[in-house]
């Protein structure tokens, strides 16, 4: 049974700085490229942060800069580190592993104060 629980989010001021990680069981993470995915409510869910299988990163334009995603296999983990948080980055952070074939987890609400 595959798993990915995510931890790390929570309410943080304008400016702050969060960390995000995704653990995984059920699959060895080192075969999978992984992503963080969020949808603030009313929008449309989006791609934040993919790492490849050879940690190749992909970031979208309104993070680039401050937020960094990596991962430690030997964990089993993957992080999203997010810094100078703003009010537009509020939403529900979820970890995705694959791309054709995919696992979800369930989220984590970051929520960012102005």
């Known amino acids: 049974q595959v798993q990915l629980v995510e931890s790390g989010g929570g309410l943080v001021q304008a400016g702050g700085s969060l960390r995000l990680s995704c653990a995984a069981s059920?699959?060895?993470?080192?075969?999978?490229?992984m992503a963080w995915y969020r949808q603030a409510p009313g929008k449309q869910r989006e791609l934040v942060a993919r790492i490849g299988t050879v940690s190749t990163t992909i970031y979208a334009n309104s993070v680039k800069g401050r937020f960094t995603i990596s991962r430690d296999n030997a964990k089993n983990t993957v992080y999203l580190q997010m810094n100078s948080l703003q009010p537009e980055d509020t939403a529900l952070y979820s970890c995705k592993a694959g791309i054709v074939e995919d696992f979800w987890g369930q989220g984590t609400q970051v929520t960012v104060s102005s």
């Open positions: 059920g699959i060895t993470i080192s075969r999978y490229s």
